[in-house]
């Protein structure tokens, strides 16, 4: 039985766990060669400052969190490039510890901030990132890494959002302690339970397709006008929506004044 004494978290540091993390790139978004993270990248980021974090179920890796460090305005952060849990350990708080344990090395190492894109049509991936860490998102990228080998992205753009984890702020410190506050959105974006059947199927892309593209407009529209992803919620029958509003806490490098 899987608990949560039976998953070891713990950066990954022999090549053979390094190569682990490319056989579960190819189980989990069965990539083509081309768009997989060679082994090297996996090296190189674990020798300028970057993570490999796995999670080991007894010897074997099972999951694996994957950044690389970067700067913005002039000041470092770390981007999350990937993340991914086997389908059997899915559903299980495992995605969540994963990126807890970033946390943790990241302030050790005195970053504030850690960056990442995921899919907006994806609901368990956007609770997770907005709901139950609590990053935020104001950035929209259209077809992001150009058009992708994985089936899971249905033949869509690679449309993505920008999440940004602001990992000593009030609102992340808050949410991790107690929970998220209420919010009273200026504006939600709606994602229907539907839209997973509706990539899968030929016959059905274009409602998927359709859906993108009136989201993708409501996200720049918004964005463009100062709002930022603030909540994310899910109903009981799987679909998702995004409540969106204003960002006011002093936390980013965006709303910091220049010294002379």
């Given at each position: 039985?899987?608990?949560?004494?039976?998953?070891?978290?713990?950066?990954?540091?022999?090549?053979?766990?390094?190569?682990?993390?490319i056989?579960?790139?190819?189980d989990?978004?069965?990539?083509?060669?081309?768009?997989?993270?060679?082994?090297?990248?996996?090296?190189?980021?674990q020798?300028?400052?970057?993570?490999?974090?796995?999670?080991?179920?007894?010897?074997?890796?099972?999951?694996?969190?994957?950044?690389?460090?970067?700067?913005?305005?002039?000041?470092?952060?770390?981007?999350?490039?990937?993340?991914?849990?086997?389908?059997?350990?899915?559903?299980?708080?495992?995605?969540?510890?994963?990126?807890?344990?970033?946390?943790?090395?990241?302030?050790?190492?005195?970053?504030?901030l850690?960056?990442?894109?995921?899919?907006p049509?994806?609901?368990?991936?956007?609770?997770?990132?907005?709901?139950?860490?609590?990053?935020?998102?104001?950035?929209?990228?259209?077809?992001?890494?150009?058009?992708?080998?994985?089936?899971?992205?249905?033949?869509?753009?690679?449309?993505?959002?920008?999440?940004?984890?602001?990992?000593?702020?009030?609102?992340?410190?808050?949410?991790?302690?107690?929970?998220?506050?209420?919010?009273?959105?200026?504006?939600?974006?709606?994602?229907?339970?539907?839209?997973?059947?509706?990539?899968?199927?030929?016959?059905?892309?274009?409602?998927?397709?359709?859906?993108?593209?009136?989201?993708?407009?409501?996200?720049?529209?918004?964005?463009?006008?100062?709002?930022?992803?603030?909540a994310?919620?899910?109903?009981?029958?799987?679909?998702?929506?995004?409540?969106?509003?204003?960002?006011?806490?002093?936390?980013?490098?965006?709303?910091?004044?220049?010294?002379?």
């Open positions: 039985m899987l608990t949560a004494e039976t998953i070891v978290i713990r950066k990954c540091v022999e090549f053979a766990e390094l190569q682990a993390c056989a579960i790139q190819k989990v978004w069965q990539f083509d060669d081309a768009d997989l993270v060679p082994l090297r990248m996996f090296v190189v980021a020798k300028i400052g970057g993570q490999v974090i796995g999670a080991f179920h007894g010897k074997e890796l099972v999951g694996f969190v994957f950044s690389i460090p970067g700067t913005r305005a002039g000041k470092p952060y770390l981007h999350s490039h990937m993340m991914a849990v086997r389908e059997q350990y899915r559903n299980s708080g495992l995605g969540q510890k994963l990126k807890l344990a970033q946390r943790e090395d990241a302030l050790a190492r005195h970053f504030d850690i960056e990442w894109t995921f899919d049509l994806e609901i368990k991936n956007s609770f997770l990132n907005i709901a139950k860490l609590g990053a935020i998102t104001r950035r929209y990228s259209v077809n992001h890494y150009g058009m992708s080998s994985s089936p899971l992205q249905g033949g869509l753009p690679t449309d993505r959002l920008v999440a940004e984890w602001w990992l000593r702020s009030k609102r992340v410190t808050g949410l991790l302690k107690s929970g998220a506050p209420p919010l009273k959105p200026v504006v939600t974006i709606d994602v229907p339970a539907q839209i997973y059947e509706w990539k899968s199927a030929p016959h059905t892309r274009e409602s998927a397709k359709q859906l993108q593209l009136r989201n993708r407009e409501a996200f720049l529209k918004a964005f463009s006008e100062g709002l930022a992803v603030l994310y919620e899910r109903d009981t029958q799987g679909n998702g929506k995004f409540l969106l509003g204003r960002w006011d806490e002093p936390w980013s490098y965006a709303h910091e004044e220049e010294t002379p």
